[in-house]
């Protein structure tokens, strides 16, 4: 999923968002927000990983959410654990990583 150049990464941060809320129903600004349910957490976390996997550093992810890097940080640590104990959060990210593989984004 690694970019190539700094406009790519930002056509390929939009794409994820894209991708996550068509995949989970949620929109990118209930992403963005504060709202702690647990299907918006999801969502998140898993936009939070895949920004991450086209190598933005936390603190670059921490800025587009608004948070500390540590809570970046945080987020990307328990990430396997989030997944591993949610089996739809599971399959939806495996769609989405598939997808975006896919197309090249």
């Known amino acids: 999923l690694r ?10 941060q ?6 996550v809320a068509n995949e989970t129903g ?6 963005l927000s504060k ?11 898993m ?19 608004n948070v500390t890097p540590r809570c970046i940080s945080y987020i990307l640590s328990a990430f396997d654990d989030r997944i591993n104990t949610n089996r739809m959060m599971k399959f939806a990210y495996k769609r989405i990583e598939e997808n975006i593989t896919k197309s090249g984004e």
Not at 3 to 12: E, H, M, N, Q, T
Not at 26 to 31: A, G, W
Not at 35 to 45: F, G, L, M, Q, S
């Open 3 to 12: 970019s190539r150049g700094l406009g790519d990464v930002y056509k390929r």
């Open 35 to 45: 709202i702690k349910t647990e299907e918006v957490v999801d969502a998140r976390h």
């Open 47 to 65: 936009v939070v990983k895949l920004l991450s996997e086209i190598g933005l550093y936390p603190s670059s992810i921490a800025r587009i959410f």
């Open 14 to 19: 939009l794409y994820i968002f894209s991708s």
């Open 26 to 31: 949620i929109t990118k600004d209930q992403i």
